[in-house]
Nanobody, 119 residues
Framework: QVQLQESGPGLVKPSQTLSLTCSVSGDSISVNFYYWHWIRQPPGKGLEWIGYIAYDGHADSSPSLRSRTSISRDTSNNQFTLKLSSVTPEDTAVYYC???????????WGQGTHVTVSS
């Protein structure tokens, strides 16, 4: 049974870097052909795709967030990490990690972690 679990601080100050980790159990993040995504949902709004890191280490992110986003992985610990720099209150959201078998949509989600950006 594959499970994803987000972790990280629930409160970040404006201008700082938000750092979240998704720990994966029950499957390897290096297995062909899975993509591992970060998605967020601001209060009262819809889901917003942030980016992904693929089974081969390739990463990509939303053009609107790309300049502030870094997604990396730690294969030895089977984790992948999101870093979002220069945060503002508009980055307040519930952040999710999710798995996508190539071309088949998200099939497994983490429970989500709420992050508030506030001084």
């Amino acid at each position: 049974q594959v499970q994803l679990q987000e972790s990280g601080p629930g409160l970040v100050k404006p201008s700082q870097t938000l750092s979240l980790t998704c720990s994966v159990s029950g499957d390897s993040i290096s297995v062909n052909f899975y993509y591992w995504h970060w998605i967020r949902q601001p209060p009262g709004k819809g889901l917003e795709w942030i980016g992904y890191i693929a089974y081969d280490g390739h990463a990509d992110s939303s053009p609107s967030l790309r300049s502030r986003t870094s997604i990396s992985r730690d294969t030895s610990n089977n984790q992948f990490t999101l870093k979002l720099s220069s945060v503002t209150p508009e980055d307040t959201a519930v952040y999710y990690c999710a798995r996508e078998p190539l071309g088949k949509g998200y099939d497994i989600w983490g429970q989500g972690t709420h992050v508030t950006v506030s001084s």
